[in-house]
């Protein structure tokens, strides 16, 4: 109680309204296990000596820095009353900012796709696809991936307008459909992978195919585990009508995620079959 009544005093004397964090060793820490991540999974795909077990104990490390870093956050947002108006505009600045650079993360290898289709050098026959690739049917799996992120698109959005109106049932219910229609979509994506007529190894055209499908895959798990964080802060009452940052920073994720399969399912599924 005592611990209470200090954190209301310090937030009522504070003369501005934003929020000074105190000295964190999460940050350094979570960005030299990143380090260690780029390093191991760089000799596990060299196959160096121990390099899958470096992988994944540098794996298990920056999840770990993680979230002790994101519990610390959630403690002085959601306990301690520290996020104010003022810093929630600060962190939608921010989440806005790491979507963009997002955007132009996708923007890169969606430009080295149409270089390489829309003027196919010598090397690849001067044709795209190459010949002996076999394009997949647009109209399969792809399809049925399409209509499922179209789906969960349209739950998130329900449980974003439940939390405005304070129907928590909804709200929950929304998130579970989300996060179900995620993972339904990387099994199916994980099939496809198994099935696919060409690999990774098979030019530009399977390395392309796989960088890009291969990383919205890993995107669209990172966002079913931000929307799972955020089910579980929604079942504890973690968020209010007036104050749910976490859960819309999360939404606007999982928006930006079906924004880009769109583009993926137009141009690496249809256009170059």
Not at 10 to 27: G, L
Not at 257 to 272: A, G, K, P, Q
């Amino acid at each position: 109680m005592n611990i209470v009544n200090n954190n209301h005093n310090n937030i009522k004397n504070e003369q501005h309204p934003f929020h000074m964090v105190n000295t964190s060793p999460w940050p350094i820490m979570t960005s030299m296990s990143l380090l260690s991540l780029v390093l191991s999974f760089i000799s596990f795909f060299n196959y160096f000596e121990m390099g899958s077990l470096h992988f994944i104990i540098s794996l298990y490390i920056f999840c770990f820095y993680l979230f002790r870093w994101f519990s610390d956050i959630i403690i002085e947002s959601t306990f301690e009353g520290y996020h104010t108006f003022k810093v929630q505009q600060g962190v939608r600045l921010g989440m806005c900012l790491f979507i963009t650079s997002e955007i132009m993360f996708f923007f890169s290898f969606f430009w080295a796709f149409f270089h390489c289709s829309l003027s196919p050098s010598f090397g690849i026959g001067c044709v795209w696809p190459p010949f002996g690739i076999i394009s997949l049917d647009p109209w399969g799996l792809p399809l049925w991936n399409t209509i499922i992120l179209l789906s969960s698109g349209v739950t998130i959005t329900v449980a974003h307008k439940s939390i405005l109106t304070g129907e928590r049932s909804m709200t929950t219910k929304g998130l579970i459909a989300t996060i179900f229609y995620g993972f339904i979509f990387t099994i199916i994506q994980a099939y496809e992978y198994n099935v696919a007529s060409f690999s990774i190894n098979d030019g530009i055209v399977g390395s392309l195919f796989f960088v890009l499908t291969g990383f919205h895959g890993i995107h669209v798990l990172v966002g079913s585990i931000f929307l799972i964080v955020c089910l579980y802060r929604q079942i504890n009452y973690h968020f209010t009508r007036h104050q749910h940052i976490g859960l819309e920073c999360g939404i606007w994720y999982w928006h930006f995620v079906d924004v880009v399969w769109l583009f993926l399912f137009i141009v690496v599924y249809i256009w170059n079959a």
